[in-house]
């Protein structure tokens, strides 16, 4: 009975750890993924300005749902400082870039094609989407999974 214990207890443990702890405060682990054109992409390489990390697929309802929220917040907030880099979990690319292009998603898209083992969803503990990641112009995690309002208002006291 106890060794059963043990090992599931053990089993717990190991889950729980394959599965990142993303927190508020915390610096954003670096992404560096394909974008549209096969260009490598880094999330690095938005430091200095506001970025929101959005995990979505074309598949995933919710998140087409959202998407003309983000444009609305991409038009109004780009020239003051806010960049969006668009995760798709997409394991098909012309799926995809069929729903960057219906959708007018203009901003940064980068693709991680394995789905839900995609290494990004991983890194980030991602479990369900649509999921976003709010960064500060240092990449440091300020709101996680932030909607509508709310999101806008916290961007706009960023971009203060």
Request: with cysteine; hydrophobic share 40%; proline share 4%.
């Amino acid at each position: 009975m106890m060794k059963n214990i043990i090992v599931v207890v053990v089993i717990l443990l190991i889950g729980s750890s394959l599965h990142a702890q993303i927190s508020v405060g915390q610096q954003a682990p670096d992404l560096s993924l394909p974008g549209k054109n096969g260009d490598t992409i880094k999330l690095s390489s938005l430091r200095g300005k506001i970025v929101l990390l959005d995990f979505w697929a074309s598949w995933c309802v919710p998140c087409r749902r959202n998407n003309p929220f983000l444009v609305y917040l991409y038009k109004k907030y780009k020239s003051k400082g806010l960049e969006i880099y668009g995760l798709s979990i997409d394991e098909e690319k012309n799926r995809w870039l069929g729903a960057v292009k219906k959708d007018k998603l203009s901003w940064l898209q980068v693709v991680d094609d394995k789905g839900w083992d995609a290494p990004s969803t991983l890194t980030y503990g991602v479990e369900a989407i649509p999921a976003n990641f709010l960064l500060d112009s240092d990449g440091k995690i300020v709101a996680i999974d932030l909607e509508g309002q709310e999101l806008e208002k916290k961007i706009k006291s960023l971009l203060k």
